[in-house]
């Protein structure tokens, strides 16, 4: 996939839902390009469930479609991708996305916050990535 600034990358429209037409690739350099720019945005990482939701969620709707990435993570996501000509695009699985940043954590000194879910899977989603050396300051 060539390299492209945000303003130029293409969005699917998966029912509503402007899905960014990437690959695992090109979203590391864009979440590179966002944290050196020091821009603030955050990145979506969803599949059909998501998408779904968002169909009677109007918040979760905006939240997709406002997101600095909001990338395919799913199979289904990407055919409707390629059906409307996106060829490039490819799946950008969550945890290979979080892990990759995790590394890049290490050599550039990131620092990541973890918001969702419950109190206990952040905590534990903290610890294992600790004890795997992922990640030095996370929280």
Not at 42 to 63: F, K, N, W
Not at 104 to 111: D, P, T
Request: hydrophobic letters at 30%.
């Amino acid at each position: 996939m060539p390299e492209q600034e945000l303003g130029e990358l293409p969005r699917a429209n998966v029912l509503g839902i402007g899905i960014h037409a990437i690959d695992m690739e090109e979203t590391i350099r864009q979440s590179d390009l966002l944290i050196h720019g020091r821009g603030k945005g955050y990145v979506c990482v969803t599949g059909v469930h998501g998408i779904m939701e968002a169909q009677s969620d109007p918040a979760l709707r905006d939240i997709l479609n406002r997101a600095y990435l909001c990338v395919p993570d799913g199979m289904p996501t990407v055919w409707v991708g390629k059906l409307q000509s996106h060829h490039d695009m490819r799946r950008v699985y969550g945890p290979d996305y979080m892990i990759e940043m995790c590394r890049r954590s290490l050599q550039r000194g990131y620092r990541h916050f973890l918001y969702g879910g419950s109190s206990a899977g952040c905590n534990g989603c903290i610890d294992c990535s600790r004890n795997r050396g992922d990640w030095r300051r996370a929280t």
